[in-house]
T-cell receptor, first 111, second 111 residues
């Protein structure tokens, strides 16, 4: 596609439910990043995929968070047993090693 | 103390003014990024630099590795430059995507 696409754009879920957030990177981009931005907070690194290398998961806040990238393309960020503090905008970006291109984000609200 | 500090936090300028936003960091870095986040939330990567200076249109980014300081300059500012500008450091020894973000500088350019 022309840009990084994220879906859904908005998600409201009940506390305790699992959610999946999807990212379609720019075709051919080997690097894929997930960040989140909580209300009133700055951006926070979550996870980084680069080609076939093991992902850098050091930013994932708890073991309720996981992400995978299938076939070096689409990525899914899964949050299990969501908590209210998980409410944030989840941003995905991709790059070919240089400038990163960001998606519009998924706004997650846990009620 | 945050590892990446930006100043000022808020900046109001008149159209046409020269603007400088500062970023200081306390970690060793492999690269420094400047991002622009528009009021709608979309993020655009402006620069990635590891030394010297880069220019793109009216935007100039500089970095001084010895002083651990970077600046973003906007010449002939325009109301469409109004956005939050975010500095992010890629920690040396960490992965490319593992960025430490500043809290952002909110710029408002008045016509």
């Amino acid at each position: 596609g022309a840009g990084v696409s994220q879906s859904p754009s908005n998600k409201v879920t009940e506390k305790g439910k699992d959610v999946e957030l999807r990212c379609d990177p720019i075709s051919g981009h080997t690097a894929l990043y997930w960040y989140r931005q909580s209300l009133g907070q700055g951006l926070e690194f979550l996870i980084y995929f680069q080609g076939n290398s093991a992902p850098d998961k050091s930013g994932l806040p708890s073991d309720r968070f996981s992400a995978e990238r299938t076939g070096g393309s689409v990525s899914t960020l899964t949050i299990q047993r969501t908590q209210q503090e998980d409410s944030a905008v989840y941003l995905c970006a991709s790059s070919l090693g240089g400038t990163a291109f960001f998606g519009q984000g998924t706004r997650l609200t846990v009620v | 103390k945050n590892e990446v500090e930006q100043s000022p936090q808020n900046l109001t300028a008149q159209e046409g003014e020269f603007i400088t936003i500062n970023c200081s960091y306390s970690v060793g870095i492999s690269a420094l990024h400047w991002l622009q986040q528009h009021p709608g939330g979309g993020i655009v990567s402006l620069f990635m630099l590891s030394s010297g200076k880069k220019k793109h249109g009216r935007l100039i980014a500089t970095i001084n590795i010895q002083e651990k300081h970077s600046s973003l300059h906007i010449t002939a500012s325009h109301p469409r430059d109004s956005a939050v500008y975010i500095c992010a450091a890629a920690n040396y020894g960490g992965s490319q995507g593992n960025l430490i973000f500043g809290k952002g500088t909110k710029l408002s350019v008045k016509p």
